[in-house]
């Protein structure tokens, strides 16, 4: 399994993002997924997941500006984050069950 995170980057308060995952060694259509962050001196923490029927959960922090979803045919994952604080900075990851991708930075700037 290989997960390949993108889109990150620097964007101003109030702007938006769209996070990439790029699948590859998955064989289930639908698999249950999430997006997870780790901010410098914090300790990782899920921000959001999409199980096998396409259900979906949040974080409080992210709830209303977050979105999580998939495009099967491209076996990719995203995050569109709208809104965005300074507090979102972080490296988002995202994982398939213990597998994880490299990260992708993300830095707010108020």
């Known amino acids: 399994v290989q997960l390949q995170a993108s889109g990150g980057g620097l964007v101003q308060a109030g702007g938006s993002l769209n996070l990439s995952c790029a699948t590859s060694g998955i064989f289930f259509d639908r698999p249950a997924m999430a997006w997870h962050r780790q901010a410098p001196g914090k300790q990782r923490e899920l921000v959001a997941t999409i199980a096998s029927d396409d259900r979906t959960n949040y974080a409080d922090f992210v709830k209303g500006r977050f979105t999580i979803s998939r495009d099967t045919a491209k076996n990719t994952l995203y995050l569109q984050m709208n809104s965005l604080k300074p507090d979102d900075t972080a490296v988002y990851y995202c994982?398939?069950?213990?597998?994880w991708g490299h990260g992708t930075q993300v830095t707010v700037s108020s």
């Open positions: 994982r398939y069950f213990r597998e």
